[in-house]
């Protein structure tokens, strides 16, 4: 088992009654989305592909506050926590969007649309899990 499992079970249940282990998938992918973000914008600024990378920026943003978010289960307020996500669906359906069209020249993009793709599919699976905002 890894750190982070370890680390996500031991949390205390958050006062909105999210499970902190539940979210532990949806905490992996954003950060897998932030630094494949992260790079894809290096790599795009040295190849003069200026949305891509601002789209890449944006996403590494709002992945890694939602990620932050999420592991801080005692400050839990689930409107917030759902406005976070669905930013998060949103700007990695942006990128993922904006990376496949360079997809075929740039292994960089192709890995970063894949990793926007799976933070959405976590995003929405924990949000189907969570309470009522």
Known sequence: MSMMADMMKSMPKAEAGMDMSMMQGCVEACSAAA???????DADGGEGMGRCASMCCSTADV??????????????????????????????EACAA???MHAAMSE????CAAACRAMVD????????????
């Open 35 to 41: 630094m494949a973000a992260t790079m894809c914008a």
């Open 63 to 92: 992945a890694t506050t939602t990620m932050r978010m999420m592991m801080r289960p005692a400050g839990y307020d689930m409107g917030a926590m759902n406005a976070m996500m669905t930013a998060c669906i949103a700007m990695g």
């Open 98 to 100: 904006e990376c496949d």
């Open 108 to 111: 960089h993009c192709r890995i």
């Open 122 to 133: 976590a995003c929405r699976s924990a949000m189907s899990s969570m309470p009522a905002a």
